[in-house]
T-cell receptor
Framework: AQSVTQPDIHITVSEGASLELRCNYS??????LFWYVQSPGQGLQLLLK??????LVQGIKGFEAEFKRSQSSFNLRKPSVHWSDAAEYFC??????????FGQGTELSVKP | DTGVSQNPRHKITKRGQNVTFRCDPI?????LYWYRQTLGQGPEFLTY????????KSRLLSDRFSAERPKGSFSTLEIQRTEQGDSAMYLC???????????FGDGTRLSIL
């Protein structure tokens, strides 16, 4: 069955520190992978996507993610976190007909 | 590109009442999706449309739920005889064909008293 696992429910980092959010997926074919961010009471904003090609993809707001087929992972990274990055982050895999299967989410808190 | 618009933003209703939500997708997008998100969880797929055709429905979409996209533009999601368990954020998204990224609205938060 198709699924996405985000092992970390909540992460706290200091402002200026680096960040890595983990995502593992289970999908039979070549996956289309996405990271979205959600602020409280808001919808989801696309950070980046992987369809094919270069396994390191760049997104908005200084985020990047690396697709590792051997590990079934698509971890999100940012070299230096800003206080405004505090939000909920969702990893998703695109299934047939384009519907998205989301992970449970990782809530990011940023310490000043 | 004015983005995906959802109305209302919040809906409070008594158990047993019917509610209807509206979604206006990005105008050139053929595909429209509905998701449900409960507290502390990721969004769960409910149904999707390719133009006016409803092509897939999740088993989460009980008989009390119905969705339409009559002219391939806006969509409505109706819940009949609401139950406590229907309390959630209902998100709409739209996209072009294939696995083009989905753009989400800000959602409708439903609270059942």
């Amino acid at each position: 069955a198709q699924s996405v696992t985000q092992p970390d429910i909540h992460i706290t980092v200091s402002e200026g520190a680096s960040l890595e959010l983990r995502c593992n997926y289970s999908y039979g074919a070549t996956p289309y992978l996405f990271w979205y961010v959600q602020s409280p009471g808001q919808g989801l904003q696309l950070l980046l996507k992987y369809f094919s090609g270069d396994t390191l993809v760049q997104g908005i707001k200084g985020f990047e993610a690396e697709f590792k087929r051997s590990q079934s992972s698509f971890n999100l990274r940012k070299p230096s976190v800003h206080w405004s990055d505090a939000a909920e982050y969702f990893c998703a895999v695109g299934a047939l007909e384009g519907k998205l299967i989301f992970g449970q989410g990782t809530e990011l808190s940023v310490k000043p | 590109d004015t983005g995906v618009s959802q109305n209302p933003r919040h809906k409070i209703t008594k158990r047993g009442q019917n509610v209807t939500f509206r979604c206006d997708p990005i105008s050139e997008h053929n595909r429209l999706y509905w998701y449900r998100q409960t507290l502390g969880q990721g969004p769960e797929f409910l149904t999707y449309f390719q133009n006016e055709a409803q092509l897939e429905k999740s088993r989460l979409l009980s008989d009390r739920f119905s969705a339409e996209r009559p002219k391939g533009s806006f969509s409505t999601l109706e819940i009949q005889r609401t139950e406590q368990g229907d309390s959630a954020m209902y998100l709409c998204a739209s996209s072009g064909d294939g696995n083009q990224p989905q753009h989400f609205g800000d959602g409708t938060r439903l609270s059942i008293l």
